[in-house]
């Protein structure tokens, strides 16, 4: 019974939020542009804020592990791997490939991450999932590069790919985050607070924002790759994932930080990446769209198993 209220508890959230949002679009108070600017000014702005005080904040000393950065960068980047070799296998088309690819291993861990972690651990499952973005942030987008490089015959120009990871709001946010929290610098209380609040803003907005943008038109065409993406991100790659470092020992508030690494829907950001190197875009926010409807079902399950099994 505690692990189906704990479920509830992490879900209840994600569907107000977004349900507000589908509330927003159904009665047309938002523009579609004025979304997309609202979209960018919550990943330029809100986003890497909350991320910096998350790791401004954090106790490295609980959070950095190792062992458990190098092992939730190796599952990512082998389920990058076999997800690109399969589709290559099976998919003819050259833009769907890597489309589908992405939409496996590229979870949206900063906007969905703290949110399961802090819920079912509080602030040192976020600190831990805050300290995981370190490696976990560079790493997918580098991943997400290489997968439609690969695909298109190209070369990837290791210069271009680390100057866009630099210029990332995010990197660059953890880093400074990360900077600061090592040097013993501690933030003038006048500015803390304000700034604080603002990057505690980020997910709930973005979430509300992310609703308001759902689109689920036109479906059909892409049915059988649609499902398999979905089917592989939220089911697979998770219960994989999620098995191994069980395997490996993790526990407690580390394992709802490796829960919301690894359950999160595609990340939001793999439809312009597809759009920006040739992949297919519709399909891409199809995934995006679909994934993230359907996550609240099965982080709802995860969360459930796991706590049941004593997990966390």
Request: net charge neutral.
């Amino acid at each position: 019974m505690h692990g189906i209220e704990l479920a509830f508890n992490v879900v209840i959230p994600l569907i107000i939020y977004m349900g507000v949002g589908v509330l927003i679009r159904g009665i047309g108070l938002f523009s579609e542009d004025t979304l997309k600017e609202m979209n960018d000014v919550i990943f330029k702005v809100f986003i890497p804020l909350s991320l910096f005080f998350d790791i401004y904040g954090a106790d490295f000393g609980a959070a950095l592990q190792w062992p458990l950065f190098v092992w939730t960068a190796g599952l990512i980047t082998a389920s990058f791997v076999v997800s690109l070799l399969l589709c290559k296998k099976f998919i003819p088309d050259r833009a769907d490939v890597p489309t589908v690819a992405q939409g496996i291993f590229r979870p949206n861990t900063v906007l969905f991450g703290i949110v399961i972690s802090d819920s079912i651990a509080g602030d040192t499952g976020a600190a831990i999932t805050s300290a995981l973005f370190a490696v976990v942030v560079p790493l997918l987008n580098i991943l997400a590069v290489i997968d439609f490089e690969v695909m298109r015959g190209g070369k990837v120009d290791i210069k271009k790919t680390l100057l866009q990871i630099v210029k990332n709001p995010l990197v660059l946010a953890g880093f400074l985050g990360a900077l600061v929290n090592l040097s013993g610098v501690r933030i003038p209380q006048l500015l803390y607070e304000p700034l604080n609040v603002l990057g505690d803003l980020a997910s709930p907005l973005a979430l509300v924002v992310l609703g308001a943008m759902l689109s689920f038109r036109n479906m059909k065409s892409h049915k059988g790759r649609l499902l398999t993406a979905v089917f592989c991100r939220l089911v697979v790659v998770p219960a994989v994932c999620i098995t191994i470092m069980a395997l490996l020992g993790y526990r407690g508030a580390t394992m709802a930080a490796l829960l919301a690494i690894f359950v999160s829907p595609t990340a939001v950001a793999s439809t312009p990446m597809a759009q920006a190197l040739g992949g297919n875009v519709k399909l891409a926010g199809e995934i995006v769209a679909l994934t993230t409807a359907l996550s609240v079902i099965t982080v709802f399950l995860f969360t459930a198993a796991l706590s049941n099994l004593g997990l966390f």
